[in-house]
């Protein structure tokens, strides 16, 4: 028999399987030896009261043999199938590749950047050696943003796909099951580079294509539908590709793709976007103030994170990619620009917590970059990183300043201990972010001050600047087709285009391009 159950109890009565079986016995007056196996469908910490305790929701065998799931997708073998081309190699291509081969279609795809392997050494010369690479780095190379920047996996886009899919699909290649029915579910960066391996040999082995180094640098337009694309790469330049159906799926970051978009005056937009600082507390003190548990938390806990918003002045004022236990990256993409975010490794054992704190930026606040048209959003977030980058040591230092000293606008003497490893020099961010996007700051840093006891403190260091979480640019495209709004055959997709946020949700919307095209084959 096999019963569904939700079970409370303390992270310490919870260590091991047997452990859950006398919780579950105890709970439920089932004899421990009835109970064959269990299985977890969702799992979460409840720390709204003292103690802290896990929420289970189980299935339980009893007195029958556990049902383990076989995971398993129909990908075929496409070598000789009719082509799509893929534009970048992050979440959202990939996603769409592996949804193409389950179609019978082949999927080609062209990444600018390296693979995970490569890359790291791209990232590991921004670090030691202040060099960025335009085309490998943390935005750009084999797995996209996602891959060395934490591995989140949490979304509210449930509407916009199948969730449970995309979590399946990595356990398939690799990740771990709890995945599967933990609440904010992580891989963690040291993790995902050999999942994103696994689906690129998947990817290979059926007959597919990906090309690194090579980047997108024209598009033919025959009439209003797509005629062939030019691909430069290392070897070769512009080498020119016949396809009828292209996934432009290149994140956020590429600015030349936008300004290649509005050159051949294919119909792009100007959209809202966020923008503000990175946060850093030690993760200690975190734990303190979400677990209530003095100096330190159990060890059968995770380390704690958080989500805070706040209206400032009518504008949104919002915590952003939350890492506990993590580590601040320089996510610049040129020279000449101060860009941080934020990542985890899979046991999330760093000893500081950050997290990307950001203002909302309409329209009306980059009016003076109009002549721009539908880049003048992309421009003024550029004119951001670059003062940034001039206010600094015209290094890859961050700008950096202790919350309260922020808050009360002077200038932090020292700067703590912090996980930015290319460094930080002090400086007053006021003078440097534009002024409204401080003031806003200022104030929800007060008003989280309320909401967390201890979160206002001058333990906290605010690096400069966080700009990179969406994209200023929509690419529109039916609401049905998926198809770009003006020239067929052109399928705008996820963060690039600005209709997904996250791993998860930029995965799904791969699929649902490439379920799109799949329709239009019939």
């Not at 995902?192 to 040999?201: A, G, V, Y």
Request: charged share 25%.
């Amino acid at each position: 028999m096999k019963k569904t159950l939700e079970l409370t109890a303390l992270p310490e009565q919870l260590k091991t399987d047997a452990d859950v079986k006398r919780e579950i016995s105890k709970n439920f007056g089932i004899p421990v030896n009835e109970i064959n196996g269990f299985t977890y469908l969702k799992k979460s910490i409840d720390a709204r009261k003292k103690p802290v305790r896990v929420n289970l929701t189980l299935d339980v065998f009893v007195n029958e043999n556990p049902a383990k799931e076989i995971i398993e997708f129909d990908f075929k073998n496409v070598t000789n199938a009719k082509e799509v081309a893929i534009i970048g190699a992050g979440p959202a291509g990939l996603f769409a590749a592996l949804q193409l081969i389950e179609l019978g279609l082949k999927p080609v795809i062209f990444e600018r950047g390296k693979n995970v392997k490569e890359r790291r050494r791209d990232l590991a010369n921004i670090t030691k050696n202040n060099t960025v690479n335009p085309e490998s780095n943390y935005c750009f190379g084999e797995g996209g943003a996602g891959t060395y920047s934490d591995g989140k996996l949490y979304t509210r886009a449930s509407k916009r796909g199948d969730v449970n899919r995309i979590l399946k699909l990595l356990v398939y290649h690799g990740a771990d099951e709890s995945i599967l029915y933990e609440s904010h579910p992580h891989i963690g960066t040291n993790k995902l580079p050999h999942i994103i391996e696994k689906i690129r040999e998947t990817i290979i082995s059926c007959g597919g294509e990906i090309h690194f180094n090579s980047k997108l640098t024209d598009i033919e337009i025959d009439g209003d539908k797509i005629k062939s694309i030019e691909i430069t790469n290392n070897e070769i330049r512009n080498s020119k590709f016949e396809f009828e159906n292209l996934i432009l799926a290149t994140g956020h970051s590429a600015r030349d793709i936008f300004e290649l978009l509005h050159r051949k005056q294919i119909i792009i937009e100007a959209k809202p976007f966020a923008l503000g600082v990175r946060v850093e507390h030690p993760q200690a003190l975190i734990d303190s103030i979400q677990y209530r548990c003095g100096t330190q938390r159990s060890e059968y806990l995770p380390a704690a994170s958080y989500s805070l918003v706040e209206q400032v002045n009518g504008r949104g004022v919002f915590s952003f990619c939350m890492c506990p236990g993590g580590i601040i990256a320089p996510a610049m993409t040129a020279p000449g620009e101060i860009v941080v975010n934020g990542w985890s490794p899979s046991k999330r054992n760093n000893p500081f917590a950050n997290s990307g704190m950001v203002v909302s930026i309409n329209a009306e606040d980059f009016k003076d970059f109009e002549k721009y048209g539908p880049l003048a959003g992309m421009y003024f977030q550029k004119m951001v990183e670059q003062n940034c980058f001039e206010q600094g040591n015209k290094t890859l230092q961050a700008p950096a300043q202790r919350m309260i000293d922020f808050v009360n606008n002077q200038s932090s003497s020292t700067l703590p201990n912090n996980s930015y490893l290319p460094g930080t020099v002090s400086r007053n961010l006021n003078e440097i972010l534009p002024n409204y996007v401080a003031k806003s700051l200022q104030g929800a840093m007060k008003a989280f001050g309320k909401k967390m006891n201890g979160y206002l403190t001058n333990e906290a260091i605010l690096l400069a600047t966080e700009s990179r979480t969406s994209s200023p640019v929509r690419i529109p495209r039916n609401k049905e087709t998926f198809e770009h709004i003006q020239i067929k055959g052109l399928y705008p997709c996820a963060e690039g285009a600005g209709y997904a946020g996250g791993i998860v949700s930029a995965a799904m919307d791969g699929e649902n391009c490439a379920k799109a095209i799949g329709n239009s084959f019939g």
